[in-house]
């Protein structure tokens, strides 16, 4: 499985972004998809995730200012991201995790997007 992520950039804050990733095509099912951030000198946090039934989960920081969508059709992850926070800078990387045999999962990574929150 292979992930491309886009769409980071420099805003101000207030300002909106919207990151996209395209995940290939996998012979294996995949349980959920979504975005972790690294901010500089922190650890790699989950930001927000879509299950394969539509589930949703974000974290706390995030919650009412970001979406999290999908479209099967283009394979395709979105975060819309509102009302953006100099906090919110980070490196965010596109996510996938894969149902493989034997019951175990496989978490699969696009390279990162930049994202900075001017204030």
């Known amino acids: 499985v292979q992930l491309q992520a886009s769409g980071g950039g420099l805003v101000q804050a207030g300002g909106s972004l919207r990151l996209s990733c395209v995940i290939s095509?996998?012979?294996?099912?995949?349980?959920?998809a979504g975005w972790y951030r690294q901010a500089p000198g922190k650890r790699r946090e989950a930001v927000a995730m879509?299950?394969?039934?539509?589930?949703?989960n974000y974290t706390d920081s995030v919650k009412g200012r970001f979406a999290i969508s999908r479209d099967s059709a283009k394979n395709t992850v979105y975060l819309h991201m509102n009302s953006l926070k100099p906090e919110d800078t980070a490196v965010y990387y596109c996510?996938?995790?894969?149902?493989?045999?034997?019951?175990?999962?496989?978490?699969?990574w696009g390279r990162g997007t930049l994202v900075t929150v001017s204030s």
């Open positions: 996510n996938s995790r894969i149902s493989m045999p034997g019951g175990r999962e496989l978490d699969a």
């Open positions: 095509r996998s012979i294996f099912k995949i349980n959920a």
């Open positions: 879509v299950t394969s039934g539509g589930t949703t």
